[in-house]
């Protein structure tokens, strides 16, 4: 009995050498999960820290888990293409119309939230720098261009 419980909670874990690649693409979904969200969190939007590191270290485990119980290249296409309609559907929760016509709220929360689960699934397949260097980019995109936006915007009132 005491053996079967030991191979039910040990299921799906890898030897040790892969169980440190695991534990650091976990490690590195949350930092960079924690960069994005960290930036939201001081711009005060309400998908923050911990909202980016969830779907960051989600999707990382998605990923992972797919490739460790030996899942083909097309299946686990089919679950980054699941994850990427998924993460639509949260990101469409966090866009709201306002009274005014054209005045729309949570569209680049909506994008973040999506690319936080691009970053994460980079992360997940082992393109660790690919993730590092998109994660940089979305930095620059959120923190910097803002300004940028606003100074339009004040030269259209």
Excluded at 92 to 114: C, F, N, P
Excluded at 148 to 153: C, W
């Amino acid at each position: 009995m005491s053996e079967i419980l030991w191979q039910e909670l040990t299921y799906g874990l890898p030897d040790a050498t892969q169980l440190i690649h695991v534990i650091v693409r976990l490690a590195a979904a949350t930092v960079l999960g924690a960069i994005i969200g960290i930036q939201r969190e001081q711009a005060g939007k309400p998908a923050g820290l911990r909202t980016h590191i969830l779907v960051a270290v989600g999707t990382t485990l998605f990923v992972i888990a797919c490739a460790g119980v030996g899942m083909s290249l097309e299946g686990q296409s089919r679950v980054i293409q699941g994850i990427a309609t998924g993460i639509g559907f949260i990101g469409a929760g966090a866009i709201l119309k306002l009274s005014e016509e054209r005045e729309i709220q949570g569209l680049t929360t909506a994008a973040g939230i999506w690319m936080t689960a691009a970053i994460g699934v980079a992360v997940g397949l082992g393109s660790l720098g690919l993730a590092l260097l998109s994660t940089a980019l979305t930095w620059i995109v959120l923190a910097l261009l803002v300004r940028y936006e606003e100074r339009i915007a004040r030269k259209h009132r």
